[in-house]
């Protein structure tokens, strides 16, 4: 039901604010303001403000698809660190996987939580804090073109945290986009004051209208921020199934592939977990996220690994 209600969040809310206007409508009908009549002029205004708003959502699409390749970069290269130092444990007894898993899960909490927060960098430093694994291996036996590999994965999460973090703070042509809702509040003033051949076809205008507008002026504002926390995640944000599906494999040591129902259900709740943390966060319940993610993973951290073995 949660996921549903997210879907369509952005449609009711358009559609409450919809009925406003209607009634707004109906009321200056009602008072005898029956409005102008319709011109040409009316037309190419309704136009006009289809076509910018159209240019600038194509525009904020492309840094949308951007936004949905950073989890995708992101879980690639936690895999191949945990999988080569696994290997690499094997073979050599290095490094301690306890802290290795430990830090590599923190990268993911820490990105959470910098969305969670907004203005925080956490994710930043647990990345760096990966260097201490690739330390301890510099001083084995491990052949030092391994260790490159790793060091390659590691500046691809820097990459991918950096892409996230300015995708979530810029805004696609900030000009742009207070042109189109001044256009949008244009026309809904005409709509109101104008007559479209009666009251019905009056109302109907504004209701058909209005939704396409102020539905597409939300929907650029959602988009524009693909990133979400806690609860107030939809479908329309970008997902970071990978990252936790990346956790839970993480926890379970060893590479035996986990059937994909207790993977389904392991993921579906540390994601809830996570979410509730995350809106509890944003309700300002406590102050910092990252430390509160990682208490979520305590499964990880019961060998006595955490933020602490960073």
Wanted: proline letters at 3%; glycine letters at 6%; one cysteine or more.
């Amino acid at each position: 039901m949660r996921e549903i209600l997210g879907s369509y969040r952005v449609a009711v809310e358009t559609a409450a604010i919809v009925v406003v206007l209607i009634g707004v409508r109906a009321l200056l009908w009602a008072i005898g303001v029956t409005g102008m009549s319709t011109t040409p002029l009316i037309s190419s205004v309704i136009s006009g403000g289809i076509f910018v708003m159209g240019l600038v959502l194509a525009g904020t699409l492309v840094d949308y698809r951007d936004a949905e390749r950073a989890p995708t970069d992101v879980a690639a290269s936690l895999y191949a660190l945990l999988r080569e130092t696994e290997s690499m444990n094997r073979i050599w007894g290095k490094p301690d996987m306890v802290a290795a898993r430990a830090r590599l899960i923190a990268v993911v909490t820490s990105l959470r939580a910098d969305i969670t927060s907004g203005n925080t960098r956490e994710c930043q430093a647990a990345i760096e804090d990966l260097s201490q694994t690739l330390e301890e291996l510099e001083g084995s036996d491990v052949p030092a073109n391994y260790i490159v590999r790793l060091r390659s994965e590691q500046a691809a999460l820097r990459k991918a945290a950096l892409r996230v973090y300015h995708i979530q703070r810029e805004e696609f042509l900030p000009s742009a986009k207070a042109m189109i809702t001044s256009v949008v509040a244009v026309i809904m003033l005409i709509l109101l004051f104008t007559d479209m051949g009666g009251l019905l076809e009056s109302l109907v205008t504004v209701g058909f209208l209005a939704f396409f507008f102020i539905y597409l002026l939300r929907l650029l504002g959602v988009i524009d921020k693909p990133f979400k926390a806690g609860h107030e995640r939809t479908d329309d944000d970008v997902s970071l199934f990978l990252l936790t599906e990346f956790m839970v494999h993480a926890q379970a040591k060893g590479t035996d592939a986990m059937p994909p129902e207790a993977l389904a259900a392991k993921v579906e709740e540390l994601e809830e977990r996570m979410a509730d943390v995350e809106q509890a966060h944003s309700e300002g319940e406590f102050g910092d996220a990252a430390v509160a993610l990682e208490e979520v993973a305590s499964p990880v951290k019961k060998d006595g690994a955490g933020r602490k073995a960073r």
